[in-house]
């Protein structure tokens, strides 16, 4: 079963616009990560936040982690059509399991 | 650095036929997942590698099985090919076992028919 989900499903907003995606998580973590997959391709790494951080930045992304609630949101500021792409929350509950992805948004900018 | 790559990049198999699809990590990884991605199911884990040995496995029948060779490049077999099966699978290589930041290929597309 999923570990992480996301929320909303599906975003599209303008371009130049900020977007935020968020991802809800059942258990005790060890870090989440997030991943962008362009169409039919395979995942690529953007940002790992560890629990014991709040917040986390990597050019135009901005991570946040609350484990209180077990939350995570992905911001992308000033989006641009090449951010068009499906974004995935994983995490890792640590103890050599396996890391576990969500159920993704998929994300449209329009130029 | 050599990314991970996956050979082939498609495939088209009938119903009852079996697969091999290959995986080559980056360079120094030792550890190999396989994940299975179909619209209906999302990412789906199917199993990790690592020095060889399976260290991980998803809810996946006997059907689909795996392997990892000395120099951690992996292979994973479906046989008994079901039309449920077309779906894209990917793999990902990471430095540890586990939890950390990985390394994902382009993807298997393979098409029962």
Known sequence: SQQGEEDPQAL???EGENATMNCSYKTS?????WYRQNSGRGLVHLILIRS???E???GRLRVTLDTSK????????ASRAADTASYFCATDRGGNEKLTFGTGTRLTIIP | KAGVTQTPRYLIKTRGQQVTLSCSPISG??????????PGQGLQFLFEYFSET???KGNFPGRFSGR???????????????LGDSALYLCASSLELAGGEQYFGPGTRLTVT
């Not at chain 2, 990884?29 to 179909?38: E, K, L, P």
């Not at chain 2, 990892?68 to 079901?82: A, D």
């Open chain 1, 12 to 14: 599209s907003i303008q």
């Open chain 1, 29 to 33: 973590i060890n870090n989440l990560q």
């Open chain 1, 52 to 54: 014991n951080e709040r």
């Open chain 1, 56 to 58: 986390k930045h990597s």
């Open chain 1, 70 to 77: 077990k939350s995570s949101s992905l911001l992308i500021t």
């Open chain 2, 29 to 38: 990884h030792r550890s190999v997942s396989w994940y299975q991605q179909t």
């Open chain 2, 54 to 56: 399976q260290r991980n």
């Open chain 2, 68 to 82: 990892q060779f000395s120099n951690s490049r992996s292979e994973m077999n479906v046989s008994t090919l079901e």
